[in-house]
């Protein structure tokens, strides 16, 4: 065998003699990370590493606001502001855990954490019920990383350099391209066909048909195939690594994952479980919400090296963020989620509502026809954050008037208020009010 090929076997996470050693004393020696930093200065860096930390102190904002039964709208932004710093650090560990492992278990490893903050918030809103916020903060990470960031990447970019240069993204676009096509279908069968337009309930979100269900279940299984292969490819396709100094031990790494893991687990349930309260006492929809602010929540330090990447000129190492973002929640978090709502008995789908829809092919449409030239300047980005802005826009309007505090409707000369709200309990009295013309009755 020849020592290119020893080399590569053993620079894949093992070492001379660690065969020979027995399992308990390997796992003892990973517990003392021997040769790797110590666990004091493992969880210093993890600690004192970024300015984002000092955001933690909204965690035990969100534990507190949410057992003492605070204000709902302070629990929604107590919870908020935690996960973001909480992003970052699962993010970190996430990377420093992948140095000692090598590209396979690397891979591995990223792909299942990368979009970890997705699939938490998702897993809570689905066990909640809350298929909207599932479905719109799925579409919403998407547009974010796709118009927000690379828009803003190329807009900074411009500032500095005049013109970016990049190589073709291939498989990726395309990829993008398919996983639009796919969320194309189901809203196509629901509003053209006969099967798809039955509905059995006021809210056909609750209650899809059996041809809408089959249709999702199926094309999740078909994209999580298609993520494997896209996963394999890219694994195939690496030529070299960089080699990267670790700041933390790999057991020091590990066990931060998991307690950062937990503790986001909580902030989301408590943010997932103030949003239908927050958005009944509040003028704010649950579209806004879903596709603007849960996105940035999980996101926020991926956007931060994106934009920080394209200042420096590396414009494929912010498309590869961007781009390859959105195909993981598209292709892994999305069809993930319509799984577990298998599983426990949610009845998600991949039926967008129409709005969803159409803004996420043009969307798609117009990073492809940006990207297929190989440049990036100012303008490009610019023109991506116009689309994202008019987005948010339509996502602020998008008030449902039930959600209202005060709702005023006018029929014949009646008008409806709303008069109480019980603590917790979402149930609402109305009563008709009259106006000062009609007869002085009041109608319950």
Same mark, same amino acid.
Not at 1 to 7: F, G, P
Not at 195 to 204: F, M
Not at 244 to 247: G, I, K, N, Q, Y
Not at 299 to 307: E, W, Y
């Given at each position: 065998?020849? #020592? #290119?090929? #020893?080399?590569r076997l053993l620079g894949n996470g093992g070492h001379t003699g660690h065969k020979s050693l027995p399992f308990a004393r390997r796992i003892v020696d990973c517990m003392k990370g021997e040769g790797e930093p110590s666990w004091e200065e493992s969880f210093k860096f993890f600690i004192f590493g970024t300015w984002l930390n000092i955001l933690l102190v909204f965690v035990p904002?969100?534990?507190?606001?949410?057992? =003492?039964?605070w204000d709902v709208g302070l629990v929604f932004r107590f919870s908020f502001m935690a996960i973001v710093p909480l992003s970052k650090l699962l993010g970190e560990a996430t990377d420093q855990l992948s140095v000692k492992l090598g590209e396979t278990m690397s891979g591995l490893l990223n792909a299942s954490f990368g979009n970890a903050v997705e699939i938490i918030i998702g897993v809570a *809103?689905?066990?909640n019920s809350q298929l909207r916020i599932v479905q719109t903060s799925m579409i919403g990470s998407i547009l974010s990383n796709i118009l927000l960031v690379l828009?803003?990447?190329f807009l900074a970019g411009g500032l500095y350099h005049r013109e970016g240069i990049f190589n073709g993204t291939g498989a990726q676009a395309c990829l993008i391209t398919l996983l639009c096509i796919t969320f194309v279908v189901p809203a196509a069968y629901a509003s053209t066909t006969d099967?798809?337009?039955?509905?059995?309930?006021?809210?056909?979100d609750e209650c899809p048909t059996a041809g809408l269900l089959f249709i999702s279940r199926g094309t999740a299984i078909l994209l999580l195939g298609a993520y494997c292969a896209y996963i394999w490819f890219q694994a195939l396709a690496l030529s070299e690594t960089d080699e990267?100094?670790?700041?933390m031990g790999t057991a020091a790494a590990g066990v931060a994952l998991l307690l950062v893991t937990v503790v986001i687990s909580f902030c989301a349930d408590y943010l997932v479980t103030s949003i239908e309260e927050t958005t009944a006492r509040y003028p704010i929809s649950k579209a806004f919400i879903g596709v603007i602010l849960l996105p940035i929540?999980?996101? *926020?330090?991926?956007?931060?090296?994106?934009?920080? =990447?394209a200042t420096k000129n590396k414009y494929e190492l912010t498309i590869s963020i961007c781009i390859g973002s959105s195909i993981q929640i598209a292709c892994l978090v999305v069809p993930l989620l319509v799984i577990i709502g298998w599983i426990v008995d949610q009845p998600l789908t991949l039926h967008f509502h129409n709005f969803e829809t159409i803004v996420f092919f043009v969307s798609v449409c117009l990073v492809n026809l940006l990207l297929m030239d190989g440049k990036a300047n100012y303008l490009e980005g610019l023109m991506l954050l116009t689309l994202y802005s008019v987005i948010?826009?339509?996502c602020k309007s998008l008030v449902d008037p039930s959600n209202h505090i005060l709702i005023t409707i006018s029929l014949g000369g009646l008008k409806y208020h709303r008069l109480h709200r019980r603590h917790r309990i979402h149930k609402y009295w109305y009563r008709l009010v009259p106006l000062p013309h009609l007869d002085g009755h009041e109608y319950v």
């Open positions: 065998m020849s #020592s #290119s090929e #020893s080399t904002l969100s534990f507190i606001s949410h057992n =003492m039964n *809103a689905l066990l828009g803003c990447s099967p798809g337009k039955e509905t059995y309930c006021s809210n056909p990267t100094e670790p700041r929540v999980g996101n *926020a330090a991926d956007h931060v090296t994106a934009v920080w =990447m948010g826009l339509a």
